[in-house]
């Protein structure tokens, strides 16, 4: 295959995020899919992708690495395989916890470069980033030190655009991850190594985060959300963008969703008791989002 979108999928805990990135994408992209997935989930894997409109959705079965062999972190060295196991000559690479609002096509490399993301406006230099990047300075003292000091784009591998070409990049980039296995590991690397490799840095906008924000943010710029650590449900802004595209994929049981919901405790709150829940979350732009939205102590029965 030439060109695609690759999503990544193993255990059950983003079942729920996989069938709405799947179905969103679906309304702004109308080329291949491939949704690479483990074992475990390998039948409900293959219902989702029966169901595409466009019968162009393909499971492919890859063995992650675990917590059992590597230890705390292996999920993210995952990632890093990417250019490995995908099948297309250039792809775009969408975490499963985001919502693709606009097309997208700048991300799909011209030939070998990397084509990587911001978040928000953060730099490397910047106070969190910078205590980020120092837990590497162990093993990358060097590139660490120097992206501690210089004004970098903060990198978020939620959304990439890879070539199959970038062998050098994919071995180096598990190389470095596995360094330091930890939490976040495949974006530190990436961090880290991005510089010596051709490589595009795109704005948040294809990128973006329901509760960071740019300065000169706009909502209608946004072609991809990223609800990255579970926002799109624990915060009023990703309740607002989610919700719409829950309840429409909710009454005709779109992409298997009510049986996904299962999968996240999140969902499944949020399934036995919506208005408690986005009370709970959304705050004081609760009664708003439950008013747009028409939702009541029914509204997932």
């Known amino acids: 295959m030439t060109k695609g979108v690759i999503l990544m999928n193993f255990g059950s805990k983003h079942f729920a995020h996989l069938v709405c990135c799947l179905y969103s994408l679906r309304r702004h992209y109308s080329g291949d899919i491939v949704i690479l997935h483990d074992e475990s989930n390998e039948e409900l894997t293959k219902r ?43 792809a775009v690479f969408l975490d499963c ?41 162990e093993v990358m003292n060097e590139q660490a030190t120097l992206q501690m000091a210089l004004e970098y784009p903060a990198i978020n591998t939620g959304v990439m655009g890879l070539s199959k070409t970038s062998k050098n990049l994919s071995i180096e980039w598990q190389r470095v991850c596995r360094l330091n296995i930890s939490f976040m590991c495949d974006e530190l ?12 840095v795109l704005p948040d906008a294809y990128n973006c985060s329901p509760i960071y924000r740019t300065e000169d943010h706009k909502d209608e710029d946004v072609k991809i959300w990223h609800g990255h650590g579970q926002k799109f449900l624990r915060s009023s802004n990703g309740l607002r963008i989610y919700m719409p595209t829950l309840l429409e994929m909710w009454t005709d049981n779109t992409y298997c969703i009510r049986e996904a919901f ?15 829940f986005i009370k709970e979350y959304a705050k004081d732009k609760a009664d708003k989002i439950i008013e747009s939205n028409g939702i009541n102590e029914h509204t997932f029965n």
Request: proline share 6%.
């Open 48 to 90: 989702i992708a029966e169901q595409d409109p466009k019968k162009i959705t393909f499971p492919i079965r890859f063995k992650p690495f675990t917590r059992e062999e590597l230890g705390n972190g292996s999920g993210y060295l995952n990632k890093t395989r990417l250019i490995d196991l995908m099948p297309f000559a250039r």
């Open 97 to 137: 916890d985001t919502l693709v609002v606009d097309k997208f096509d700048a991300l799909f490399p011209d030939s070998n470069e990397v084509r990587l993301t911001q978040f928000c406006d953060w730099k490397t230099n910047g106070n969190k980033m910078s205590k980020r990047i120092g837990r590497w300075k």
């Open 262 to 276: 299962c999968s996240n405790r999140y969902f499944r709150r949020l399934e036995a008791d919506p208005v408690a």
């Open 189 to 200: 690397a990436m961090q880290l190594i991005f510089l010596k490799f051709p490589h595009v």
